[in-house]
């Protein structure tokens, strides 16, 4: 009989796509609520803006049994201007951080899908916690800004490190640590 405490449930599969479906972008939408106002505090009630009427948005969702069940990720990019990308909103839920590389594969298949479509620059407004996360994923920084009174700075991705593969799907076949 199993009497230690409980191990906390780990998917077996992560995988990372374009969201297209109403309730991949439901979810979405509803994780950054969770992150960005409910968590961080940054914005109050709904951080949605102009940007997302024109952004494509990028979701990592838990599988089982190959079937999508959880969104548990997601980053947005778009292109203001001609081979300029811009990538925002990047989120992973709290349970499933720092667990399987999921925030660093979003900014992956964020920065490639750009590459993919003609970017030529891609910068982000990155919390100035996340610095030296984003410079370890081959970031520069720019520059440093106050934005929606939070520290941030700009950052520019090294693109040789992004190329542009042209997928649409990529996957973590299993988290590489447990959680603590
Ligand atoms: C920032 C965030 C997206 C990172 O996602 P994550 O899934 O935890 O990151 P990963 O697991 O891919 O991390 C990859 C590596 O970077 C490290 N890392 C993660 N966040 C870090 C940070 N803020 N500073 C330094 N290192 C960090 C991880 O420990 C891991 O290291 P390892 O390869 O040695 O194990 C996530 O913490 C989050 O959603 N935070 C709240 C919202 C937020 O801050 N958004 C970003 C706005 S700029």
Redesign the pocket.
């Known amino acids: 009989m199993f009497d230690g405490p409980i191990p906390l449930f780990m998917p077996g599969e992560y995988r990372f796509t374009l969201a297209t479906a109403p309730w991949e972008l439901a979810a979405h939408h509803a994780l950054r609520r969770q ?1 960005f106002c409910a968590e ?1 505090r940054i914005f109050e009630g709904d951080d949605r803006d102009a940007i997302d009427d024109v952004a494509t948005h990028i979701i990592a969702y838990t599988c089982i049994a190959g079937a999508p069940d959880e969104i548990v990720g997601t980053v947005r990019i778009h292109q203001p201007e001609p081979s300029l990308w811009w990538g925002s909103r ?3 839920a709290a349970e ?10 979003l900014i992956r298949l964020a920065v490639c899908t750009a590459h993919t479509r003609g970017c030529r620059t891609f910068l982000a407004h ?2 100035r ?2 610095v ?2 984003f410079r ?1 994923l081959h970031w520069d920084d720019l520059d440093s800004v106050d934005l929606h009174g939070h520290p941030h700075h700009v950052m520019r991705a090294q693109l040789a490190h992004y190329p542009a593969h042209g997928r649409v799907v990529t996957s973590l076949l299993r988290p590489v ?1 447990q959680a603590a």
């Open positions: 992150v961080q990047l989120a992973v499933h951080r720092r667990l399987g590389r999921l925030g660093a594969e990155v919390q916690q996340n030296p996360f370890r640590k």
